[in-house]
């Protein structure tokens, strides 16, 4: 880890001179094209007299036949820049994308670049279905992808110390909090605030219960990760049913099984109180979203948050603002920074063309635009202001609208009309100085690998969901529940998991020191 750190670090200062994100949308990643051009032509010229690769992109959307003529129009930046590649985009929806990835994989067709959950990893890096990145791709080819974000970042996304994605640049850090309708307050004289924690909503609730009947409370809360905000733990793995917990405020860190922990107890305690109050949504076949964002029908929302998101929130109808639980935003728990990145596909014919590519995605404007949008004067416009437009028919509207999010260098995408509208003109700014002032944990990166207790997973997660939503909706007794479910998570070996976990934790800590 220490040479890793080192090849980084040079790596990030050489290429200070071909950086393109000095500022959030501003013109200067258009005006480095052609540096960035001339330093990735120099690893294409020898191609030139070979057959050009075809890169593919693997996202999330919807495939139209716009796809086509954005693909095509992709092409030509790329090869503008000096990257002699066609290129082609492909979409596959929520509901089948994993899946698809998978079977692509496992039965060994090409394809380059896909976005995933750096969360799921293992999977990919275990089966051999994501190329590995060395720090010698790194210097040669990815150098405006680590320049757009920290060393810091990238060395967090690694997995058993190598590297499988690239982190998708956008936010790396989440506050705690709850969102809430303004206009239910006012009209009920509930003055927010006043909540500066947990414990101070129970007079929130019950004024709302005596003056507005109708109105619920609070909305669902059968999800693991209200115990982040409520007890400030966080899954190992992103994976609730491992029952696997750390706690966020504690700097020396210790994995532990999560629901022994005394705040998780005294959480769903709260919870359970709520629950026997009538102040939770517990009908989970009701659109909760629907009910919380356009209806006004539900008052608030204990949830991580960053910002922008109240303003995404308020597009409903409704209007919303939040008050924070701890003004430190984190970076990012028990997690990978930012939950997506972007792989290299172990089935790719090609993996220095495909990165070749996704560095372009972290230095090209024009290119994220392209992908994110459609094409200029197209399927979008764009004012004097630079703030663009998306046509309802077109390629942004039909596809995936602001696409951005997984595609690569988040802040180098123009500002819409729709964010305008919605007091979002600055949001790149406003995220990358959220990112700048986050706590950087360090449990963060940490990956438990448990592949060699897949009968004791097997058995603690069928335990975990005979027992974990009854408690999170607090339709059970705690105490009565808790002892019955914890007997039950060590007489299927928590505690082996428990030592393995802990023992792996303290040679990541380790490795970064070494």
């Not at 990012?332 to 220095?352: A, L, M, N, R, Y």
């Not at 197209?378 to 046509?391: A, F, K, M, S």
Request: glycine share 6%.
């Amino acid at each position: 880890m220490k040479k890793k750190k080192r090849l980084l670090a040079t790596l990030a200062a050489l290429m200070l001179v071909f950086s393109t994100v000095s500022g959030c949308g501003s013109n200067s990643a258009n005006e480095s094209q052609d540096s960035t051009g001339s330093q990735i032509a120099s690893t294409t010229e020898n191609s030139a007299s070979e057959e050009r690769p075809t890169v593919t992109w693997c996202a999330v959307g919807t495939e139209t036949d716009t796809s086509d003529r954005v693909s095509a129009a992709a092409t030509q930046l790329l090869n503008d820049a000096g990257i002699n590649v066609d290129f082609e985009i492909r979409w596959y929806s929520w509901s089948n994308y994993a899946q698809q990835i998978t079977n692509m994989i496992a039965t060994g067709e090409e394809f380059d670049l896909f976005n995933y959950d750096i969360s799921s990893i293992n999977n990919y890096a275990v089966s051999g279905g994501v190329y590995e990145i060395s720090d010698e791709d790194l210097e040669q080819y990815l150098g405006d992808a680590v320049s757009a974000m920290t060393e810091e970042i990238v060395d967090k996304c690694r997995y058993n110390g190598s590297l499988y994605a690239i982190p998708v640049a956008h936010e790396f850090a989440q506050w705690r909090g709850v969102y809430y309708n303004v206009g239910i307050a006012e009209e009920y004289g509930i003055d927010m605030s006043q909540v500066k924690s947990i414990e101070d909503l129970d007079s929130v609730f019950a004024t709302l219960k005596e003056k507005a009947p109708d109105i619920i409370p609070l909305d669902s809360l059968n999800s693991e990760n209200i115990l982040l905000v409520m007890a400030d733990q966080d899954d190992v793995n992103r994976n609730a049913s491992l029952c696997l917990g750390m706690d966020v405020s504690d700097e020396n860190g210790a994995v532990f099984n999560i629901w022994e922990n005394e705040k998780v107890i005294n959480a769903l305690r709260k919870i359970r109180e709520w629950n026997e109050a009538g102040y939770i949504l517990t009908d989970t076949t009701l659109d909760y979203t629907s009910m919380f964002q356009t209806e006004g029908k539900i008052f608030c929302h204990i949830a991580r948050m960053k910002p922008g998101t109240v303003e995404q929130y308020s597009t409903g109808g409704q209007t919303f603002d939040y008050i924070l639980f701890d003004d430190n935003a984190i970076q990012t728990f028990c997690d990978f920074p930012g939950g997506w990145g972007v792989g290299v596909s172990g089935t790719s014919s090609d993996p220095k063309a495909a990165m070749q590519v996704l560095n372009f995605a972290y230095s090209s404007k024009d290119f994220i635009d392209l992908l994110t949008f459609g094409e200029k004067d197209v399927d979008y416009t764009v004012d004097e202001e630079g703030i663009v437009t998306i046509n309802e028919t077109g390629y942004g509207a039909d596809e995936y609208s602001n696409a951005s999010w997984q595609m690569g260098n988040h802040y180098i995408n123009s500002i819409t009309s729709a964010q305008v509208a919605t007091g979002q003109s600055d949001i790149w700014e406003r995220l990358k100085e959220f990112n700048e002032t986050a706590l950087s944990l360090p449990q963060t990166g940490f990956w438990f690998n448990s592949s060699d207790f897949s009968s004791e997973v097997t058995a603690i997660t069928n335990t975990y969901n005979e027992y974990a939503d009854s408690l999170l909706m607090g339709e059970v007794d705690v105490d009565e529940t808790l002892a019955e479910f914890n007997a039950a998570l060590e007489a299927n070996g928590i505690q082996s998991l428990i030592d393995e976990a802990n023992r792996q934790y303290q040679e990541f800590l380790s490795s970064k020191t070494e």
